[in-house]
């Protein structure tokens, strides 16, 4: 399980992640990654698992990977990130090897692309 502080709660988290972080999609998951607004907050997740997934049972299996898929994650980088993860419906039928290897791909290309955007604006003038 991951600390409180490490969880997205509220819908204006999710939101906001989702609408301006960037996205990548892979055959099991949809990651939103979005830099946190304090330079020192803790990385931050979120997971949606729809009943597109499967059943109750099904859907409780893929959350548990993904969180801890999440809480690797959390210990390579435990800061500066809000992250949102959306399982697909094929996800319900991956194994752990197939998920975790999305994940962890979905999220690399996530962060070269904030990377990206973070040097774009510093050349802009407009990263202060």
Not at 24 to 40: C, E, H, K, P
């Amino acid at each position: 399980m991951l600390p409180a502080r490490n969880r997205l709660r509220t819908s204006v988290d999710f939101s906001h992640t989702v609408r301006s972080g960037v996205r990548q999609g892979r055959r099991n998951v949809v990651l939103y990654a979005a830099l946190s607004d304090d330079d020192g907050a803790p990385s931050r997740f979120g997971f949606i698992v729809s009943k597109a997934v499967g059943n109750a049972v099904t859907r409780n299996l893929v959350k548990r990977r993904l969180r801890e898929a999440g809480a690797e994650t959390l210990r390579e980088r435990p800061t500066g990130v809000d992250i949102v993860v959306r399982a697909l419906p094929a996800a319900a039928s991956a194994d752990w090897s197939s998920l975790r290897s999305d994940y962890v791909s979905a999220l690399r290309g996530a962060v070269r692309k904030l990377a990206t955007g973070s040097r774009q604006e510093e050349v802009n003038g407009s990263g202060e």
